[in-house]
């Protein structure tokens, strides 16, 4: 059928269409927050920074679009920001399983604990998480949005990987 597949199959077009997915779901976050006043926890925040570093990577690998190792710096360093990204969202999704008696108090939000607590305290506050992450308020086709999160950090790190995987075997330009 198709007689050039490299033709369809490039870097920089695997790029752009995953930059493009971030950006969709960027949009979505902000417009749950923004239009319909579902405030983020702290996990739900950490999410979205971890996910615009990826897109930032994405963007700037689709524009500069690199040869062999440059690729791989890119495409690592998408697997590392994503694989980041699947904790966060694992934590989540373990927390809203979790019995609601079984969460911990409120915590300050993210701004109040970076600004008092150290790196190794901050990082243990923001995954002892508060109730406020285990609520699950929002779901869409029976899952959370920690679970879709988790889902496109997957699908991301995916992409990633068989990016790198068709480079080697020569089948991407």
């Known amino acids: 059928m198709f007689t050039n597949y490299k033709a369809l199959i490039s870097f920089r077009r695997l790029f752009a269409l995953m930059a493009f997915l971030t950006a969709l779901?960027?949009?979505?976050?902000y417009f749950l927050e923004y239009r319909l006043s579902l405030q983020p926890c702290p996990l739900c925040l950490l999410q979205r920074y971890v996910l615009w570093i990826v897109a930032i990577l994405l963007i700037v690998g689709a524009i500069h679009n690199p040869k062999h190792l440059g690729r791989f710096y890119y495409g690592a360093g998408v697997i590392l920001a994503s694989l980041i990204g699947v904790?966060?969202?694992?934590?989540q999704i373990w927390?809203?399983?979790?019995?609601?008696?079984?969460h911990a108090s409120c915590v300050a939000n993210?701004?109040?604990?970076?600004?008092?607590?150290?790196?190794?305290?901050?990082?243990?506050?923001?995954?002892?998480?508060?109730?406020?992450?285990g609520?699950?308020?929002?779901?869409l086709f029976g899952l959370s949005l920690a679970a879709w999160s988790c889902l496109l950090f997957l699908g991301l790190i995916l992409g990633s990987v068989s990016i790198?995987?068709?480079?080697?075997?020569?089948r991407i330009i």
């Open 25 to 29: 779901v960027l949009m979505g976050a």
């Open 87 to 91: 904790l966060l969202a694992g934590r």
């Open 135 to 139: 609520r699950g308020e929002f779901t």
């Open 95 to 102: 927390i809203q399983f979790l019995p609601p008696q079984e």
């Open 164 to 170: 790198l995987v068709y480079q080697k075997k020569r």
């Open 110 to 133: 993210l701004n109040r604990l970076f600004q008092y607590l150290s790196w190794p305290q901050f990082i243990e506050a923001v995954f002892m998480a508060s109730g406020e992450c």
